[in-house]
């Protein structure tokens, strides 16, 4: 048995969840530095190969084994995700604001949107894309809401640093213009 396979086998029965390089070292009693290689090699093995459909993904520190996204719209069809479905806009607007502004409470998250965001928070809170992080020192002490790592693997990144920067999308003029306006009257509260 080798001992790439024994990865690969660790890796198929970790899930969605995915697995650490630490946990396998572990495991297997290998050095980290050397399940990283095998990791490395295991990527460029399903990378080279057109006759599989899988692919070696890290997000959060964590590997899983998943579709490549030129099967995307073979898939399509066969799994509709309610998360694709369920997202309100007011959902994903709220959910934009805690990636680029956490942690912060529900409070500053209505003046940005000027709107109630509660029922989207609780959606959010339900899919496990953010999560309670503590309170705010002041008055009332409010909950401060951050990201999950299930949100980076939704979003498919390791770390916030590469969520693209808010210059580099394209909104609406007066989108744009509210929300700097908005973001930059919180900033200097």
Do not use: W
Not at 24 to 30: H, K, P, R, T
Not at 72 to 82: C, M, N, Q, W
Not at 118 to 129: C, E, Q, T, V
């Amino acid at each position: 048995m080798s001992k790439l396979a024994e990865i690969e086998a660790l890796l198929f029965v970790a899930g969605e969840e995915g697995i650490t390089a630490r946990q396998i070292a572990d495991i297997l009693s290998l050095p980290s530095t050397g399940v990283v290689q095998s990791l490395d090699k295991l990527s460029q093995k399903y990378q080279n190969d057109e006759e599989t459909s899988l692919c070696l993904m890290e997000t959060a520190s964590h590997y899983k084994l998943v579709t490549k996204a030129d099967y995307a719209t073979v898939l399509h069809d066969y799994s509709k995700t309610p998360m694709n479905q369920s997202l309100s806009r007011a959902a994903l607007e709220t959910l934009s604001i805690i990636a680029y502004k956490q942690p912060i409470t529900r409070v500053e998250i209505d003046d940005i949107r000027g709107v109630n965001s509660s029922g989207a928070i609780a959606k959010l809170l339900s899919f496990d894309l953010i999560r309670e992080d503590g309170k705010k020192e002041v008055l009332g002490r409010p909950n401060l809401y951050v990201t999950t790592d299930y949100f980076l693997d939704y979003m498919g990144v390791n770390h916030l640093e590469e969520l693209p920067k808010v210059e580099d999308i394209e909104l609406d003029p007066v989108e744009g213009q509210l929300f700097s306006e908005r973001t930059e009257e919180l900033d200097e509260n």
